[in-house]
């Protein structure tokens, strides 16, 4: 090639490569989502553990409810309980009987015992409201309702030592307001000791305990199976058409089985909204709300297995949506929206064996993330979409929706540069091409005149 000829076309192999590059780099710059990932991290005080009795323990002795099992210090008159036993009831104080009323045959309605005991500086009844200003427990063969149409609302006195629970024995709440004096809900972002006045519900030792249509809030605190409504040790039941509000958790198992969660609502509780733990199995955790929750909204720790979390919404929590943590494996999430959480949509927590499927997953931290052990985890069906990362520590095979996420490109911003650079690229081409005519013509004119 002559260098005439190279010089006629190097303008254009140079303007091809300009707007190629140009192109090139605009689809860096513009086509992918380069949203920032923040770190999760948040500022989280629990008591340091202590050995300490379990709080039917504490009321039936007579100790404090912040007792310590090496040094429990002696049982105090201040400490009062009210025992159901099928046959009798039995008032303690500092643990020791000041009152034992005998039953012809037993107490049906909390309302009744009260009525029966006679004594509002323990129990009163006014109109369809109980409140209680000692532990109320139910022994082994006693079976305690609490609801429509004698009860609509029980207080539980925010003072230390009151709250309602069973051994061994059956509660049913129906369609009550239960809740604590005390609105002060207990902040995790305070490193202080948490109220240990505020009361609390608790299924101990293979009771069960039913709830339906009702509502709990200002209960709870960080301490042992204290935490707001709990199934504990072989304990079973259900809570449906429910309400938790401003408790420090919603609800919580440990040591329980076959628990059945269904259409409840779990909003600004301090710590989390639904929380299985410690060997907990076989939980079914359906069509819940769980937002606004001061940590997550749902979720299994410590060796919760064979469990349900299928069709609920957890939104709006302070971390994560839903989490398997600590060895709770074999369980099935399937059909939930997980949207807009501060933390990520789905975590897996050294938890490896569980399934991922049918799962909406929208605007968190990270769509779905794993640490950990990992193995054995099927991820089908799920739509990841608006996260800052769609996963981390996992990888999203085909057959899930990824779209929208950080780090993604962006499919119709890298086709419409593209698609411009075309036309771009024909203008700077004519361009050229007349610049280049205009510059060779009076060259051409001395040549025919010589």
Do not use: C
């Amino acid at each position: 090639m002559t260098p005439a000829r190279r010089g006629r076309i190097a303008p254009y192999v140079m303007t091809i490569v300009a707007v190629l590059v140009s192109a090139v780099v605009a689809t860096f710059v513009f086509g992918k989502d380069y949203r920032s990932v923040s770190a999760s991290k948040k500022y989280f005080h629990r008591h340091a553990f202590v050995p300490s009795f379990d709080p039917i323990t504490d009321a039936l002795v007579g100790y404090a409810p912040s007792a310590m099992s090496t040094n429990p210090g002696l049982p105090s008159d201040k400490v009062r309980t009210i025992e159901i036993f099928p046959h009798k009831l039995v008032l303690l104080a500092g643990g020791a009987p000041v009152r034992t009323i005998a039953l012809a045959k037993p107490i049906s309605t909390l309302k009744a015992m009260a009525e029966r005991i006679d004594d509002p500086a323990w129990i009163a009844a006014t109109g369809r409201t109980v409140t209680a200003k000692t532990a109320i427990i139910a022994q082994p063969g006693a079976f305690v309702r609490i609801g429509r149409p004698d009860t609509t609302e029980l207080v539980l006195r925010s003072t230390p030592g009151v709250f309602l629970g069973s051994v061994g024995a059956r509660i049913a709440i129906d369609g009550v307001a239960v809740h604590g004096t005390d609105r002060a809900t207990p902040e995790i972002s305070k490193n202080s000791r948490m109220d240990l006045g505020r009361p609390f519900v608790v299924a101990y030792s293979h009771s069960r305990l039913d709830i339906r249509d009702s509502s709990f809030r200002d209960l709870g605190r960080d301490w042992n199976a204290s935490y707001g409504v709990s199934w504990s040790l072989g304990s079973t039941g259900s809570v449906t058409g429910s309400t938790f509000e401003r408790n420090f958790i919603g609800v919580y198992t440990d040591h329980a089985h076959d628990l059945l969660v269904k259409h409840n609502v779990f909003r600004h509780n301090t710590l989390y909204g639904v929380d299985p733990h410690s060997y907990s199995v076989r939980m079914d955790i359906e069509d819940n709300l769980a937002e606004s929750n001061g940590r997550h909204g749902i979720i299994f720790s410590d060796h919760v297995t064979d469990g349900l979390v299928r069709n609920n919404t957890t939104r709006d929590n302070d971390l994560n949506g839903i989490m398997m943590d600590a060895s709770s494996t074999g369980n099935r999430i399937v059909g939930n929206l997980s949207e807009a959480n501060r933390g990520d949509g789905i975590v897996l927590a050294s938890s490896p064996h569980n399934l991922i499927s049918g799962n909406r997953i929208l605007d968190n931290r990270i769509g779905i993330q794993a640490r950990g052990p990992r193995e054995d985890v099927t991820l089908s069906g799920n739509e990841l979409a608006g996260n800052a990362m769609a996963s981390q520590g996992l990888h999203v095979p085909a057959g899930n929706a990824v779209h929208g996420n950080g780090g993604q490109w962006k499919p119709a911003t890298v086709k419409a540069i593209w698609v411009a650079a075309v036309p771009i690229l024909l203008l700077l081409l004519l361009l050229t091409m007349v610049s280049q005519r205009k510059h060779n013509r009076p060259k051409a004119f001395q040549e025919v005149l010589a």
